[in-house]
């Protein structure tokens, strides 16, 4: 499975970014697909991630009702629409993909096989 991530870029307090994930190669119906960030000095940290065989989302508390993410079906393509962004937003975002994850265990890095590029993502007040 490859990954390929984009739309990063900077903007201003208040305004939108949607980052996008295209994947190619096998990908499987078990899969789960998910955003990761890592701010300047602080490891890598869970924002969100869609279970394909349930069709369940699921979200860290900082960016509960500003971001979303959803999957184009036949682009085979995860995106984040992040809104009303803040500065503590501001960091390289991962796309991730790993397969057979349980509630417990998909927030975490080390569960997920394939990684994107990273996008950057520059927040200023």
């Known amino acids: 499975v490859q990954l390929q991530a984009s739309g990063g870029g900077l903007v201003q307090a208040g305004d939108s970014l949607r980052l996008s994930c295209a994947a190619s190669g096998h990908t499987f119906v078990d899969a789960t697909m998910a955003w990761f960030r890592q701010a300047a000095g602080k490891e890598r940290e869970f924002v969100a991630a869609?279970?394909?065989?349930?069709?369940?989302?699921h979200y860290t508390d900082s960016v509960k009702g500003r971001f979303t993410i959803s999957r184009d079906n036949v682009k085979n393509t995860v995106h984040l629409q992040m809104n009303n962004l803040k500065p503590e937003d501001t960091a390289v975002y991962y796309c991730?993909?790993?397969?057979?994850?349980?509630?417990?265990?998909?927030?975490?890095?080390?569960?997920?096989?394939?990684w994107g590029q990273g996008t950057q993502v520059t927040v200023s007040s």
């Open positions: 991730a993909y790993g397969r057979r994850l349980i509630l417990s265990t998909l927030r975490s890095p080390n569960m997920y096989d394939y």
């Open positions: 869609l279970r394909r065989s349930f069709g369940s989302t």
